[in-house]
């Protein structure tokens, strides 16, 4: 009699074959709500810059918890108690620990939603899927909250050093071509401890782990703070802006997405929490029906709305140029004045609200290693834990601690910047 396989296994090109666990894992990766994330892009709109990276948040998702399961088992190997509710709920925690983004992952999260971040909807929808799994998750739940006894459930979800990181440096580094990015993660896992029961590092892990502390800081650099992906999300953000404003006119705009046109027209608040109608409407959110709106509206009759949607479509992305700090008064005013000029050349409106959808300022912030807030601790000896700066090369990691501050001015590509 054939003996029946307890996993299924998955071929993934990060981490080679994963073996899910048949039960309340698998079951979980079925779901609708995880399947969701196969048609949401893990990099949002970096797609347009690296061709490579169409990745979903399903694959990285996967890819965490075939990480999660090494790590588990490696800490059992050297003794530490982990009970098999606690493996259960670790292997939850991370598969659902970004079930909460939205069509475009980052891009759109302040858009739709007002008083909102993911982990909100996260949560929500972890709590939701508790209740249809009778109960099943709540070990999950409160690994994820930090209210469990053992902090380094917790930290293994979310810290300086979790899984969640490993594996999209890993995997982001992999699609988008960005070879800096790489890390040793198979040495990062065989050096994990606990000690007093938080997550330290071997001392000999700690030349892996000075690696993952720069590749953070160069995929920043190189790809989730790239000038051109911020230039393209101000235009995908300045689209939903006027359809949102067209829409409070009375101006009858075609959805060929009922779930997004929901989002427009109610523009909800998660102030006081997620409702069962936001989250239901949420769910049923992807990148297609983002997709499809920008493609409908191209042919739209206002002018706006359909030159902003067939500069997305076409790749006619705004520029970000690097400025030196926040763009003084002089500055913007000659650039609005340009703007405005160049809308009423094109017989396009040009007043001061039509600029605005073509004209911004943002700010960027890269932090390689947090170490005053949230420390990496290397076992130093049997007994010892250190900070990690202590134990590294001091000067070489407070560097990497140092907060890069960027600002830009966001702008039309036929508009130059004064003075440039």
Not at 122 to 144: C, H, P, R, V
Not at 223 to 237: P, W
Not at 290 to 299: A, E
Request: hydrophobic share 40%; with cysteine; glycine share 4%.
């Amino acid at each position: 009699m054939k003996k029946e396989q307890l996993y299924k296994i998955f071929t993934d090109p990060i981490h080679g074959f994963i073996s899910v666990p048949k039960g309340q894992t698998l079951r979980l990766l079925d779901h609708p709500y995880v399947q969701r994330l196969r048609r949401i892009r893990q990099l949002g709109l970096a797609y347009n810059v690296f061709p490579g990276a169409e990745h979903s948040r399903f694959s990285h998702a996967l890819g965490a918890v075939g990480l999660m399961i090494k790590v588990l088992n490696n800490l059992r190997d050297k003794n530490t108690t982990i009970t098999n509710a606690e493996y259960d709920g670790m292997l939850a925690a991370i598969l659902l620990h970004d079930i909460g983004h939205g069509p475009f992952s980052h891009t759109l999260e302040h858009t739709l939603i007002s008083d909102f971040n993911h982990e909100m909807m996260t949560l929500a929808l972890m709590k939701e899927l508790n209740n249809q799994f009778n109960g099943q998750l709540d070990t999950a739940i409160s690994i994820f909250t930090n209210q469990h006894s053992k902090p380094f459930l917790h930290q293994l979800i979310s810290s300086q050093l979790d899984i969640d990181r490993l594996d999209y440096i890993k995997r982001d580094s992999f699609y988008t071509g960005v070879l800096e990015g790489s890390i040793g993660i198979d040495r990062i896992i065989k050096t994990l401890r606990v000690h007093q029961g938080n997550i330290v590092i071997e001392r000999k892990g700690i030349y892996a782990i000075e690696n993952y502390i720069m590749a953070r800081r160069f995929m920043y650099m190189q790809v989730y703070l790239h000038k051109t992906v911020i230039g393209a999300d101000m235009l995908f953000r300045s689209i939903f802006k006027r359809a949102r404003d067209l829409m409070k006119e009375g101006y009858d705009l075609s959805f060929p997405s009922p779930a997004l046109k929901y989002f427009i027209e109610k523009h909800p608040s998660a102030k006081k929490g997620i409702s069962a109608e936001l989250l239901n409407y949420y769910v049923m959110l992807d990148d297609n029906d983002v997709l499809i709106c920008i493609k409908y509206w191209q042919q739209e009759k206002d002018p706006i709305l359909s030159d902003l949607c067939r500069r997305f479509l076409n790749r006619k992305f705004f520029r970000a140029s690097s400025i030196e700090s926040d763009a003084n008064e002089k500055t913007l005013n000659q650039l609005k004045k340009a703007t405005s000029d160049h809308l009423r050349k094109s017989r396009m409106p040009f007043d001061d609200r039509s600029v605005s959808y073509y004209l911004g300022t943002t700010k960027t912030l890269n932090e390689a290693y947090k170490y005053k807030n949230d420390s990496l601790y290397i076992l130093d000896s049997p007994g010892t834990a250190v900070e990690f700066s202590k134990a590294a090369d001091a000067r070489h990691i407070e560097a990497l601690s140092k907060v890069v501050v960027k600002h830009f001015i966001i702008h039309m590509k036929d508009i130059a910047l004064p003075g440039v």
